[in-house]
């Protein structure tokens, strides 16, 4: 398989033989205000620009949207990409979002759906502590991540926005997936504290799935988000796990 990390959480993924284009916020830098309440907020996001044309990442077979949070999904993508494009979404509500925005071909991920011989599986997960859940459980909202399969490829599983936990582990030990794509770059809201992955959970997934293949992504791009690659790499580096996790650039393409 091949992941190019494109920017945040947006990755493009060929999966046997088809290709995903994964969480796209396509809209230029700078476009849209900090998310309120975080950190960072003289600072507005995208942080940066996307690192290929658009029309690059449009041609895809499909898109994943694991959950409609702006940056995950934004009006760019809205607008851009085609509106007969087959569309994968967590549940009913973000389904009938996309679908009110003009998408025709959208389905709910389920234990079981499937796209020309590869399997999508639909696992949970939680944008935050049980504290951050209890105090902000509305805005922070429902996630998901997806798991793929192939006859002839590894299993690849997408944890998508949460921390390390109960969820993550299940799917590490019901899977066992040769590649596991993390939301690590630990982003804050003031008060209630990481929402997604920092260094110390990506060091527990490696410590759950020794022999699997580790790509750090949704970093250096939202206002949010603290933990660079740099830091990363040097926390990877003292703790011996440079071999087995990978820290693509944007733009960067991951071929596992």
């Known amino acids: 398989m091949k992941f190019m990390q494109v920017r945040n959480a947006t990755a493009k993924i060929e999966y046997g033989g088809k290709s995903f284009l994964i969480d796209p916020v396509l809209a230029e830098k700078g476009a849209y ?5 975080t950190v960072n907020q003289h600072l507005r996001n995208p942080l940066v620009d996307l690192p290929v044309p658009v029309e690059t990442l449009l041609d895809v077979d499909a898109v994943i ?62 944008h935050g502590s049980d504290t951050a859940m209890e105090k902000l459980g509305d805005r922070l909202g429902a996630v998901c991540g997806v798991v793929l399969q192939h006859p002839d490829e590894k299993t690849l599983y997408l ?17 066992a997936p040769g590649v596991i794509v993390l939301n690590c770059g630990d982003a804050q809201i003031i008060g209630i504290g990481s929402i ?28 949010h988000a603290v933990l660079s690659r740099k830091e990363l790499r040097d926390f990877l580096k003292e703790n011996g796990m440079m071999q087995r996790v990978l820290v693509p650039e944007d733009g960067e393409t991951c071929e596992v």
Not at 159 to 175: C, M
Not at 203 to 222: D, F, G, L, N
């Open 33 to 37: 205000p900090p998310f309120a309440g």
């Open 196 to 223: 997604i992955m920092g260094k110390q959970d990506v060091h527990e997934v490696r410590k759950a799935a020794p022999e699997a293949t580790i790509i750090a992504s949704h970093m250096e791009a939202m206002n």
């Open 159 to 175: 944890a998508g926005d949460t921390i390390w936990n109960r969820h993550v582990a299940d799917a590490l030990q019901k899977y």
């Open 65 to 126: 949207v694991t959950h409609t949070h702006l940056d995950h999904w934004d009006e760019a993508a809205r607008n851009q990409i085609p509106k007969t494009m087959p569309v994968f979404a967590q549940h009913d509500k973000d389904a009938a979002l996309l679908r009110d925005a003009g998408f025709t071909a959208v389905t709910v991920l389920t234990q079981k759906t499937q796209l020309a011989g590869i399997t999508l599986i639909k696992t949970s997960g939680q």
